[in-house]
């Protein structure tokens, strides 16, 4: 089903400025964009499009209230700087099984202490005095205890 029947199904008789579930999964993305959303959908405040063969986030309406983003299961690559602007309350977005390489155009420039990419966090632990392990060994020499093997 393409995308624009399914969300025309998904309102049940509804007007979209009273929708604030929307799950579009498994239906069909013509040439990769998402058709028949706008900004109408005021009040969203949850959107599923995963596995819809999305690939571009381009027509992308401002969704002021949305919070909740599921875009598993595409094929997005990038363009994800776009999300920041029209999505300014995002707390949660899942771009699991997608072909995107480079996170760093979803990072909040006010919380780059904050995000952590994969592998840094036992780095950043060895540079504060070591991590795991080693630093319980050597805890355990401070104290007078002996170590455990």
């Known amino acids: 089903m393409e995308m ?13 400025e009273e929708v604030t579930e929307l ?16 900004d ?17 986030l381009a ?19 990038g363009g994800l700087e776009v999300l920041a602007e029209k999505c300014p ?3 949660y ?3 699991s099984g997608n072909k995107i390489k480079d996170l760093s155009t979803v990072e909040d420039e006010d919380d780059d202490d904050d995000y952590v990419e994969e592998g840094e966090e036992e780095e950043k632990e060895e540079e504060e005095g070591g991590g795991g392990e ?3 060994k050597r805890d355990a020499k401070d104290d007078g205890e002996e170590e455990d093997d």
Do not use: H, W, Y
Request: a positive charge.
């Open 4 to 16: 624009k029947k399914r969300i025309n199904m998904e309102l049940r008789n509804r007007a979209p």
């Open 89 to 91: 309350n995002l707390t």
């Open 40 to 56: 109408t959908f005021k009040e969203l405040e949850f959107l599923s499009m995963a596995n819809v063969e999305l690939s571009s």
């Open 134 to 136: 080693e630093k319980r």
């Open 23 to 38: 799950v579009l999964d498994n239906c069909l993305c013509v040439n990769g964009e998402i058709e028949g959303l706008n």
């Open 93 to 95: 977005l899942n771009l």
């Open 59 to 77: 027509q992308l309406p401002s969704l002021n209230k949305l919070r909740k983003l599921e875009f598993s299961d595409n094929i997005i690559s």
